[in-house]
């Protein structure tokens, strides 16, 4: 199975990197002209991954139409922009392996329903996890899940996939392993501004639970299974994104409880925070569904500008209720 990556960032390259673990050929898209040329020439991706020497058997492109000879295509553009690269390229009956980690916004879908409306012909499979892409790309143990809804694809992608240091679990719960996802990344700027506002560990342990309850409460709603939530692209890169600055959405989140505006936090940068454009649109999908998301709300309040000590001193004043409910 001949592997397509459609995305030069970080995590495209740490996956193009495993892809070609044995030696295989892996085409790689990449928006930036200057990653394409560093990768073709000096085996490195300067701009996003600096510092991991690659596999030469990655070839990268600017070219969507080099994608043509590939047999499955990983998306792993940021969410807010899969529609507009998957609109441009010719996919046909080809499997997508979706790795993006958000919800559109405007729309309120996951990047799967995505993909499907752009390409309703291309089975479509998830690809997520507790998953820093530095590691990956380095070759630590790492393990992911893989789902997809027809069990001879997601076979068939892991068999591809695995290699010695990265271990595919297959799950059919393609809508769970998206929302585990998405979701962990708001919940990963919350646990950011616990530790940017000084509030200590027990806080930082409060949230990562109550935000596992609300991440379950909107799985259960949107046809989510409960042990793909409490899995690895659940709970898994939640505990992974709620406790490390290696997290960019942790790193946000830092900013914010230090005081610092999300507009100056999120200018100029060239990596994705993918959590701030999810929350948002994650507060009104939940709405809609009449799930309850106290910690995702108080993430939008920061992001919109509010006082770090108001929005906190709100979330623990409401009133008291039941852990199970
Ligand atoms: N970095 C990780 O450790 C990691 C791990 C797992 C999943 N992910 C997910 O992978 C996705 C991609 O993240 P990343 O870390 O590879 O990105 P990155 O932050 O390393 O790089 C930014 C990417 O965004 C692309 N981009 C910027 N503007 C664009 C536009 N207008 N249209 C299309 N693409 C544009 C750039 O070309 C680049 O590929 C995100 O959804 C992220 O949550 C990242
Ligand atoms: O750096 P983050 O916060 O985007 O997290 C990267 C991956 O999603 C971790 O699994």
């Not at 930036?32 to 560093?38: A, F, K, L, M």
């Not at 046909?92 to 979706?98: A, D, F, M, N």
């Amino acid at each position: 199975m001949k592997i397509g990556v459609i995305g030069g960032g970080a995590w495209g390259t740490a996956l193009a990197q495993v892809a070609a673990h044995r030696g295989e050929p892996v085409t790689l898209w990449a928006r930036e002209p200057e990653v394409v040329e560093g990768i073709n020439a000096g085996h490195e991706n300067r701009l996003f991954l600096a510092g991991v020497p690659l596999s030469p058997s990655i070839r990268a492109t600017a070219d969507v139409g080099d994608l043509a000879a590939c047999d499955a295509l990983l998306v792993v553009a940021p969410a807010q922009h899969v529609r507009g690269v998957l609109s441009q390229i010719a996919v046909g009956t080809r499997p997508l392996v979706l790795c993006a980690k958000g919800i559109e916004a405007g729309t309120r879908l996951l990047v799967g329903e995505v993909a499907r409306q752009v390409h309703p012909q291309a089975p479509v499979a998830v690809l997520s996890g507790p998953t820093f892409a530095h590691e990956v790309a380095a070759g630590l143990p790492t393990a992911v899940t893989l789902a997809a809804a027809d069990e001879a694809l997601g076979r068939a992608l892991s068999e591809r996939l695995a290699a010695p240091q990265f271990r595919p679990y297959a799950s059919r719960d393609v809508v769970g392993a998206e929302i585990g996802g998405a979701v962990k990344n708001v919940l990963a700027i919350a646990c950011g501004v616990v530790d940017g506002a000084g509030l200590g560990q027990n806080a930082r342990a409060a949230l990562i639970a109550r935000g596992f309850a609300e991440m379950t409460r909107f799985g259960l709603a949107r046809g989510a299974r409960a042990e793909t939530l409490a899995g690895l692209s659940g709970l898994g890169d939640l505990v992974l994104t709620c406790s490390s600055t290696s997290s960019r959405n942790f790193s946000l989140g830092v900013g914010l409880g230090q005081g610092r505006a999300a507009a100056d936090l999120l200018a100029d940068r060239r990596t994705v925070a993918e959590g701030a454009f999810t929350a948002p649109v994650l507060r009104e999908a939940a709405a809609a569904a009449g799930v309850d998301m106290p910690v995702t709300a108080a993430v939008c309040r920061l992001l919109e500008g509010a006082p770090v000590d108001d929005v906190i001193g709100a979330l623990l004043a409401r009133p008291l209720r039941q852990e199970a409910s």
